[in-house]
């Protein structure tokens, strides 16, 4: 599930953001670093002698020679809470020709044996809901080893049809020594995983999360490179309102200005063009929960109604999930909603003669020869 602190957080924080001051220094610590400071306008450069200050690399972003061109089968695929009707959905979209890029299970994973059935090229990914979230404080290693132990307990039934396990879920820390401390968790975490037969979906930020130098500071600790050797992938989150271009081609804190990234939406594009790619360190990425999500309203901005536009949304939000070739998929929040997350379930725009017009179906299958 999205995590509703987390993305009402970040709107609270995000007017601010711009204004703030990044830091321009890499926190390079020999050790786990002590408990993570409290928010701050500006934060003091860390200290100690476990600490080494390092001006900021400077990485170039990729500069495209011609404008990406949107190619290959669609990669919209499904999030669920309930599996409900995932499975037939999968299997008629697989008789049709095509497939379903995504399914990410929610607890309830039984029914991924079935989805592996009928659509094996579908990519699978599960989470359990228990524990999600850790403070970044005291030995990342053995947190990691804490947490494993407890997920692994549910992972095991599913060993061999799940492809790719998150750990936890929207952490944000309040600090650029907080982040760091969570690579080197997700670092400890992979060797876990490999030692017992699973492989990872590593980090599930929050729409929004993290900041360019935050990312600059989590790459130099080569997590990404340990990923990649692992074979291990990236799970980040991208939601928006209204509709999924709102503040496509704005700028992030400090940035320049491109016309083919977003702030919300796409904003993964400036952690693979600027860090990355450059370095020879791409994985591959899965967008785990997106969507329209009326949390991120704004005043002015409409305030339901989101279903009659949510499929061509999410057709313009896939052409450019297909211009980059390490996305997998993105999995839409949500299938099988329940309770607080009713609201979100979209199952009825999956077929052909729904009340709001065209389908996911007809969507997906109208690309299977892209």
């Not at 170039?60 to 037939?88: D, F, M």
């Not at 061509?312 to 993105?330: C, F, H, N, Q, T």
Request: with cysteine; hydrophobic share 40%; charged share 20%.
């Amino acid at each position: 599930m999205p995590g509703r602190v987390s993305r009402r957080y970040f709107l609270k924080s995000a007017a601010a953001a711009g204004a703030v001051a990044l830091s321009r220094y890499l926190w390079q610590g020999k050790g786990p670093p002590g408990q993570a400071a409290e928010v701050e306008e500006m934060p003091p450069a860390p200290t100690g002698p476990s600490t080494t200050l390092l001006p900021c690399s400077l990485y170039l972003p990729l500069v495209l020679t011609s404008p990406a061109v949107a190619h290959g089968p669609s990669k919209l695929g499904l999030h669920t809470i309930l599996p409900n009707q995932a499975v037939g959905f999968c299997q008629a979209v697989r008789e049709a020709g095509a497939r379903v890029a995504v399914v990410k299970a929610l607890d309830w994973f039984g029914y991924v044996r079935k989805v592996k059935k009928y659509s094996p090229e579908t990519v699978t990914v599960g989470r359990c809901s228990g524990l999600q979230w850790v403070y970044p404080s005291g030995d990342p290693a053995l947190k990691a080893r804490q947490v494993m132990e407890e997920h692994m307990k549910y992972w095991v039934y599913e060993k061999d049809v799940m492809d790719y396990w998150e750990v936890l879920n929207e952490n944000d820390p309040p600090s650029v020594e907080g982040h760091v401390w969570l690579a080197q968790f997700y670092m400890a975490a992979m060797d876990i995983a490999e030692e017992n037969g699973y492989k990872l979906a590593i980090f599930s930020y929050s729409v929004g999360v993290p900041e360019w130098y935050e990312w600059e500071a989590i790459v130099e600790t080569g997590v990404f490179a340990r990923a990649k050797a692992g074979g291990h992938i990236l799970s980040l989150h991208e939601y928006n309102w209204p509709v999924m271009s709102h503040r496509w081609g704005e700028q992030m804190p400090g940035r320049p200005v491109y016309e083919d990234r977003g702030v919300l939406t796409g904003r993964y594009r400036y952690l693979y063009r600027d860090f990355l790619i450059p370095r020879d360190e791409v994985i591959p990425l899965v967008i785990a929960e997106c969507g329209l999500d009326p949390v991120l309203w704004q005043p002015g901005q409409p305030t339901n109604h989101w279903k009659e536009r949510f499929v061509a949304e999410m057709a313009w939000y896939d052409e450019k999930l297909r211009e980059d070739d390490y996305v997998i998929g993105a999995a839409m929040f949500t299938v099988g909603g329940r309770g607080a997350w009713s609201s979100y379930d979209y199952e009825e725009l999956l077929w052909p003669g729904n009340p709001y017009g065209t389908s996911f179906f007809e969507h997906i299958v109208s690309l299977k020869d892209g």
